[in-house]
């Protein structure tokens, strides 16, 4: 019996490993085994690939002058930016602002900090999921230290103003921090032109394996680290390099750059043709089109449960998501659509479609198909 077809439309919770990432990871752990820190000539050896994929992360982001601090994915690389930056700057003030759509990894830091005596602005988004820079200008004191807004929503897929924003952070002294874990490598992020202080980006988001990541630190900023040891990173964030990991962010960034401007145009294809199909039966989108990456489509199904829409588009081969992936097996109304000031009734019907290089433009009608049934025999 022929097994049915499954369709996988979680990319923004994480994605497939390309097979030429695995082949580098492979060509690395079989050749490059050495510790990077050895003075050996096996360890220079794997020190010269590890460098040089700090190299190559530093081009991808624009940040030729920038830290690149290898860590082990989005979670750590934020917990990093904000406690670090926040500890190590203590001393100019002790207020941080941030929205109110924030990774867990960014908005957890902060209330962490909040027993530690900081104080922190949690200012919200709009009906379109979007911080107004104004907002940010205005809440600014003497005592701000740090902002951090992220650059693309993981639940939304909101395009932030961190340009803007950044600019305010800029022209106030005051070090600005961005979550770019579901932006790199699908919006430009150039972190010269920005002025960014720290940028999180993360491996398993771009088709590189799961557990490594970066954050980009602006040279000569301080930052206290948060693990103890060794040497390396620049003391930022010691412990043996996962060097097999970090080859592979590499090479899946390189192959993402690659690919940008096709891969972006193919998606905005599907999006379109995916949202005008179930808005026949009334599914409405949970923010503009124009205000989202195409890649990430929440979709509100009035009257209908997400819970329930879930099990059955996965029963029917649809594998989609509802809240954040890291809270999934307790779906309750999403915090982030709340924040967008939708009725809990109308919030709990929201489930993400996240489309990536495994979805098939020629399979995008009988997706739209199965949740159009799915969503109606409900
Ligand atoms: C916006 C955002 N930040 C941070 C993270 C955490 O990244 P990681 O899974 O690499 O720890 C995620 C992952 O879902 C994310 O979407």
């Known amino acids: 019996m022929k097994s049915k077809q499954r369709f996988y439309c979680d990319h923004a919770a994480t994605t497939p490993i ?33 460098e040089k994929s700090r190299r190559k992360m530093a081009k991808f982001c624009n940040a030729p002058n920038a830290n690149v601090i290898f860590t082990s994915g989005g979670t750590e690389s934020d917990n990093l930016a904000i406690l670090g930056l926040a500890r190590g700057n203590r001393e100019n003030g002790n207020h941080i602002i941030i929205s109110n759509i924030e990774h867990p990894a960014v908005a957890e830091s902060c209330k962490y900090l909040e027993n530690d005596g900081f ?28 902002i951090s ?83 390396q990173e620049n003391l930022i964030r010691t412990g043996t390099e996962n060097l097999p990991g970090i080859v592979g962010f590499a090479k899946a960034a390189e192959l993402m750059f690659a690919h940008f401007e096709f891969e972006n145009a193919r998606l905005k294809k599907i999006e379109n043709k995916f949202v005008a199909k179930l808005s026949e039966i009334g599914a409405q989108r949970t923010v503009p ?54 009725p809990d009734e ?19 009608s009988e997706i739209a198909e199965i949740v159009t049934e799915q969503a109606i025999i409900l």
């Open 119 to 146: 104080e922190i602005s949690v200012l919200p988004v709009d009906k379109n999921g979007i911080l107004p820079p104004e907002s940010v200008k205005n809440a600014i004191r003497k005592n701000t230290i740090l």
């Open 149 to 231: 807004v992220m650059a693309v929503n993981n639940e939304l897929g909101t395009i932030q103003p961190i340009e803007e924003i950044a600019k305010i952070a800029n022209g106030n002294g005051i070090l600005f921090h961005t979550d770019a874990v579901q932006a790199f490598g699908k919006i430009p992020i150039d972190f010269e032109k920005i002025g960014f202080d720290a940028l999180s980006i993360s491996s398993h988001k771009i088709y590189g394996p799961k557990g490594v990541g970066a954050l980009v630190l602006k040279k000569n900023v301080k930052i206290q680290p948060l693990v103890f040891g060794g040497k």
């Open 18 to 50: 390309d097979e030429i990432v695995l082949s580098e990871i492979a060509r690395i752990s079989r050749g490059r085994f050495a510790n990077p820190s050895s003075t050996h000539q096996s360890g220079q050896a794997a020190k010269s690939e590890l």
């Open 289 to 342: 089109t124009e205000c989202a990456y195409p890649g990430i489509i929440n979709l509100l199904f009035p009257g209908i449960s997400a819970e329930i829409l879930l099990q059955k588009l996965d029963l029917a081969g649809v594998e989609a998501s509802g809240g954040s992936a890291c809270s999934s097996g307790a779906i309750k109304v999403s915090p982030v659509v709340q924040a967008l000031g939708i």
């Open 346 to 364: 109308i919030a709990q019907s929201a489930v993400r479609f996240s489309f990536g290089r495994a979805t098939k433009s020629e399979d995008i």
